[in-house]
């Protein structure tokens, strides 16, 4: 299959600890890329490669990746991480199609 | 300042045509490559279409293969999307992204075109 399958919705106290998943076979090929999106908004890329942040993202977002599952945690959540979640990941020229979306997962924030 | 910036989004009649623009600013547009991304109204994230730094490689989702042709002008510092036999399930947030090929992510979006598909 070439879906992307996340949970979809989850839900964290203030402070605490929440891991997202998202399965599929190409992420046993290509790592996934993490998207974060609050309402009104464009995705903010939080996570690349293999547990990579880019400038300006807080490092209590972390990524890690196992088999055909990659996983987006947040350590100490705040109120702002209140939003929808979103991996990406591409396959092998010739396989199709070239980008999945995951299917989403909303964090709320307790 | 690095971004890019969508046009061209609009109310159109179904089987319509619409042309969205995307402008690059403050990097070499013409190294890169870059991805459409578009969002119905309550829903996911969708990838639509790809194109490569040069236009030479071009891959499409399913869903709008044979009605959308993306393009670019790197002169122009610009992106395309060529949308024809518009359909209702078309209406979406239009987005354009930069894709950056060492881990395949895309770092830089839009803020979003708006296409409503519409009698």
């Known amino acids: 299959s070439s879906e992307l399958t996340q949970d979809p919705a989850v839900s964290v106290a203030l402070g605490q600890t929440v891991r997202i998943t998202c399965q599929g076979d190409?992420?046993?090929?290509?790592?996934a890329s993490w998207y974060q999106q609050k309402p009104g908004q464009a995705p903010v890329l939080v996570i690349y490669?293999?547990?990579n942040r880019p400038s300006g993202i807080p490092d209590r977002f972390s990524g890690s990746n196992s088999g055909n599952t990659a996983s987006l945690t947040i350590t100490g959540a705040q109120a702002e991480d209140e939003a929808d979640y979103y991996c990406n990941s591409r396959d092998s020229n010739g396989n199709h199609p070239l980008y999945v979306f995951g299917t989403g997962t909303k964090v709320t924030v307790l | 300042e690095v971004q890019v910036v969508e046009s061209g989004g609009g109310l159109v009649q179904p089987g319509g045509s619409l042309r969205l623009s995307c402008a690059a600013s403050?990097?070499?547009?013409?190294?890169?490559?870059m991805n459409w991304v578009r969002q119905a109204p309550g829903k996911g994230l969708e990838w639509v279409a790809y194109i490569s730094s040069t236009g030479n490689t071009i891959y499409y989702a399913d869903s709008v293969k044979g009605r959308f042709t993306i393009s670019r002008d790197n002169a122009k510092n610009s992106l395309y999307l060529q949308m024809n036999s518009l359909r209702a399930e078309d209406t979406a947030v239009y987005y354009c992204a930069r894709l950056l090929v060492t881990y395949y992510y895309m770092d830089v979006w839009g803020k979003g075109t708006t296409v409503t598909v519409s009698s």
């Open positions: 490669g293999k547990n």
């Open positions: 403050g990097f070499t547009f013409s190294s890169y490559e």
């Open positions: 190409r992420l046993r090929r290509f790592y």
